[in-house]
């Protein structure tokens, strides 16, 4: 490993510590969305959420509640989930 390689992984130590920290103090400060935010435009990640029946999601479930089929995408993949 070169002197670049090693400079390279320092600053990007450097620089994840220090979104971590924002996103921390965004969070302790109750700013979930600005702290979603930025994550997503840190990595660069695609929100998409579609919303597909109001029924009952749980077993034991007593009233209908909204579910939504929620996808995240990045270069290095799809993760896709239900949410209700």
Not at 13 to 21: S, Y
Not at 45 to 59: A, H, P, R, T, W
Request: hydrophobic fraction near 35%; charge should be positive; proline fraction near 0%.
């Amino acid at each position: 490993m070169n002197i670049f390689q090693i400079f390279l992984k320092l600053f990007k130590i450097v620089i994840m510590q220090k979104l971590k920290n924002t996103i921390e103090k965004l969070i302790d400060t109750s700013k979930y969305d600005e702290a979603c935010e930025l994550v997503k435009k840190s990595f660069n990640i695609l929100y998409e959420c579609k919303f597909l029946k109001n029924d009952f999601y749980f077993d034991k479930d007593k009233q209908t509640r909204d579910i939504y089929q929620c996808t995240l995408k990045t270069k290095r993949g799809i993760y896709s989930f239900k949410f209700g």
